[in-house]
C-alpha cells in the first residue's frame, strides 16, 4: 500500500532547500481531492479550485507561472495499487529559492490547500534542454 502525503515534511523542505541551484524549476503536483470534507458544503476539489484563486497573487509575486493543468485519464504504465489522481498541474519557478519563500509566507493559503487533499505528490524537477518544444 501506498503512503499518502498531503503536506511536505520539515525534512522535504530542507532537502530542496539544501539542493544545488539549478535555476528554473517546475514542480510537478499530482492531486487526489476529497470526495466530500466533514462541516464543508464544498467537495475537495471546489475547495481547492477556492485555494487556486487565493494562491494565484503568490505564485505571480514569486514570479511563477502555471505551465499546464490537466485531468487524469488513466494510467498507462504504473504498479496495480497507484493512486488515481484527479489532476496534474506543473508550475514553473525562477529559483526553489522563489518557490520556498512563497511557501513559508504567513499568509500564504496552505491549510485550504491541506484541507481538500486526500493525497498528492509534489516533484520539484528542471530543464536539462529543449529544443523546438521537443526534448
Do not use: C
Not at 511536505?8 to 535555476?23: D, F, N, Y
Not at 503536483?29 to 458544503?41: A, D, H, I
Amino acid at each position: 500500500m501506498l503512503e499518502i502525503s498531503i503536506d511536505p515534511t520539515r525534512e522535504q523542505i530542507k532537502a530542496l532547500a539544501t539542493l544545488p541551484h539549478l535555476g528554473t524549476i517546475v514542480m510537478i503536483n499530482l492531486l487526489k481531492f476529497k470526495e466530500t470534507m466533514e462541516g464543508e458544503s464544498l467537495s475537495g476539489k471546489e475547495l481547492y479550485q477556492e485555494y487556486a484563486k487565493q494562491a494565484a497573487p503568490f505564485i505571480q509575486k514569486s514570479n511563477g507561472k502555471v505551465l499546464w493543468k490537466g485531468q487524469f485519464l488513466g494510467q498507462v504504465i504504473s504498479p496495480k495499487e497507484d493512486v488515481e489522481w484527479d489532476e496534474m498541474l506543473l508550475v514553473e519557478y525562477p529559483t526553489k529559492e522563489h518557490f520556498l519563500e512563497m511557501i513559508k509566507s504567513p499568509e500564504y493559503p496552505s491549510q485550504i490547500r491541506t484541507k481538500s487533499i486526500e493525497d498528492s505528490r509534489l516533484w520539484v524537477t528542471y530543464t536539462e534542454y529543449m529544443v523546438n518544444n521537443s526534448l
